[in-house]
């Protein structure tokens, strides 16, 4: 197992669905990072997120890593993985050893159960890489943005800091800076088209990660 402590982040979202694979490649096109999803649910109804992080940040094979555990209904992976008689440990899940940085992406929220014993934060705390939180931009994602951040800071895990999705709210975005005492690291406004170019362009708004490391120790 491999020292992530140092040596990359944990991408993970104020709720399901708020944008965390686009997040991830535009993470892993901005640092020419790995990418790793640990338990991906789902494909059932379609592509896995290791497809689409490749495609989108056009990530060569060898910078992919594949999920620990892969199951086909779209539920938590507590929910998902009795359907299909499987038996997750989430105690089991070790990340790749890598030489580039590493996104690892979530599945879900905090919140979302692993399986018997232990919730997706679990997962965080134990693996000890500072968070990337996935964010809307919209009504209702100041009280969401903030539980989460208390919640990761009440397990003593890092945050690197916010990226925030949808119509761009410099008012939202305000009061989680200083309420969440918190850096945005980007926002991504809405895309007309969401594909490799879009993608590339995104991640050249995104500050280099030494520089987001750098800041989140000096802000202890």
């Given at each position: 197992?491999?020292?992530?402590?140092?040596?990359?982040?944990?991408?993970?979202g104020?709720?399901?669905g708020?944008?965390k694979?686009?997040?991830?490649?535009?993470?892993?096109?901005?640092?020419?990072?790995?990418y790793?999803?640990?338990?991906?649910?789902?494909?059932?109804?379609?592509?896995?997120d290791?497809e689409t992080?490749a495609?989108?940040?056009?990530?060569?094979?060898?910078r992919?890593?594949?999920?620990?555990?892969?199951l086909q209904?779209?539920?938590?992976?507590?929910?998902?993985?009795?359907?299909?008689d499987?038996?997750?440990?989430?105690?089991?899940?070790v990340?790749?050893?890598t030489t580039a940085?590493?996104?690892?992406?979530?599945?879900?929220?905090l919140?979302?159960p692993?399986?018997d014993?232990h919730?997706?934060?679990?997962?965080?705390?134990r693996?000890?890489m500072?968070v990337?939180?996935?964010?809307?931009?919209?009504?209702?994602t100041?009280?969401h943005?903030?539980?989460?951040l208390?919640?990761?800071?009440?397990?003593?895990?890092p945050?690197?800091?916010v990226?925030?999705?949808g119509?761009?709210?410099?008012?939202?975005?305000?009061a989680?800076?200083r309420?969440?005492?918190?850096?945005?690291l980007?926002e991504?406004p809405?895309?007309?088209?969401?594909d490799?170019?879009?993608v590339e362009?995104?991640?050249?708004?995104?500050?280099?990660?030494?520089?987001?490391?750098?800041?989140?120790?000096?802000?202890?």
């Open positions: 197992m491999t020292d992530s402590r140092a040596h990359g982040v944990f991408v993970t104020t709720d399901t708020i944008g694979t686009l997040v991830s490649a535009i993470l892993a096109r901005a640092w020419q990072a790995d790793w999803k640990p338990v991906q649910t789902g494909v059932a109804e379609e592509p896995g290791t992080v495609r989108l940040a056009q990530l060569p094979p060898e992919l890593h594949l999920p620990a555990y892969v209904a779209p539920l938590s992976p507590w929910a998902a993985a009795p359907l299909e499987a038996v997750i440990d989430a105690t089991a899940i990340p790749p050893a940085p590493l996104i690892v992406e979530g599945a879900g929220g919140y979302v692993i399986d014993s919730m997706m934060i679990d997962l965080i705390a693996l000890g500072p990337v939180l996935a964010a809307r931009s919209g009504l209702g100041i009280n943005t903030l539980l989460s208390e919640a990761l800071r009440r397990r003593a895990i945050v690197l800091g990226i925030m999705s119509p761009l709210s410099a008012g939202n975005r305000e989680i800076e309420f969440g005492n918190v850096r945005v980007a991504i809405p895309q007309d088209r969401v490799a170019a879009a362009a995104l991640a050249r708004a995104v500050p280099p990660l030494a520089e987001c490391l750098a800041a989140m120790r000096a802000a202890g």
